[in-house]
């Protein structure tokens, strides 16, 4: 039985659970948990295994990670929920609704894609290693941050946004940060795609270089139910960088008349 992970949450109503990227910790969603608290509805945003209080699983791999999310929604008794997943956290929720279908109602998928190509591929390499050159150079998450993050927003990025998004990368443990890393290029759920039979949101940002629109956009063309929405002159961190914006779109989302359960 695994453990269920740390989350922050706020409101009643329908559960939103929302799972972070590999930078992020459930305070990279608290605008989104302030407003669907606001807009009746009880929002969730977890701690993946390994980040804030929740507990490091071994082997760190998508099956796990998604057997913990699923552990989370039972022990929160309110299936089925809205799964909302920002990149890897996207992936995420891509393995629990391959899984386990039946504890989601509705999903969100925020610049994610559908597979990270082949784990031993020159890209996936070249990736993982630039990203923790810094680390075995001796520097700390929190200067990786300071890199990392302003080459993730787009051109109208919000401030505050964007240094709490420094903050959250900045908290994240170098060892989890590597771990995670390494799952994140074993990814792929391309052949799932048309199974998913839930109403799906798909969210791209403009100027997202790490999921580009484009890859989005054929994604919704695959999943059945779905919609897809782009966000001008944003970058990767979409719900930090244009809170607003975004959480009206995911607000609309929420309202339309709810599905049919089979």
Same mark, same amino acid.
Request: proline fraction near 8%; hydrophobic fraction near 45%; charge should be negative.
């Given at each position: ?11 009643? #109503? ?115 290693? !630039? ?10 998450? %929190? ?12 051109? #109208? ?16 443990? %170098? ?6 890393? !390494? ?21 791209? #940002? ?14 919704? !063309? ?41």
């Amino acid at each position: 039985m695994s453990l269920v992970p740390a989350f922050a949450t706020l409101g009643g #109503g329908h559960t939103v659970l929302m799972l972070h990227g590999i930078g992020g910790g459930h305070l990279a969603f608290a605008p989104q948990v302030e407003t669907l608290a606001n807009a009746g509805y009880r929002a969730v945003a977890w701690d993946m295994p390994g980040y804030g209080h929740s507990a490091p699983i071994e082997p760190y791999t998508f099956k796990g990670l998604a057997q913990s999310c699923i552990t989370l929604i039972e022990a929160l008794k309110c299936e089925p929920v809205t799964l909302l997943g920002h990149s890897m956290g996207g992936m995420v929720a891509q393995e629990v609704v391959a899984r386990r279908p039946d504890l989601v109602r509705r999903l969100v998928l925020c610049a994610t894609s559908p597979a990270f190509g082949k784990p031993d591929g020159d890209w996936q390499q070249a990736f993982v290693a !630039e990203r923790t050159a810094p680390l075995d150079a001796g520097q700390t998450m %929190a200067q990786l941050a300071e890199t990392l993050v302003p080459r993730m927003i787009g051109g #109208g990025a919000l401030p505050e946004g964007v240094r709490l998004a420094t903050h959250c990368m900045g908290l994240v443990p %170098a060892a989890t940060y590597r771990r995670a890393l !390494e799952c994140l290029v074993t990814f792929d759920r391309r052949a799932n795609l048309p199974n998913i039979a839930v109403p799906t949101l798909l969210i791209a #940002g403009e100027q997202d270089r790490n999921a580009p629109p484009a890859v989005m956009k054929k994604m919704a !063309e695959v999943i059945p139910h779905s919609t897809f929405l782009e966000m001008k002159g944003v970058g990767h961190l979409q719900n930090l960088e244009a809170p607003d914006d975004f959480d009206g779109l995911l607000l609309n989302f929420l309202a339309l008349p709810a599905p049919l359960l089979h």
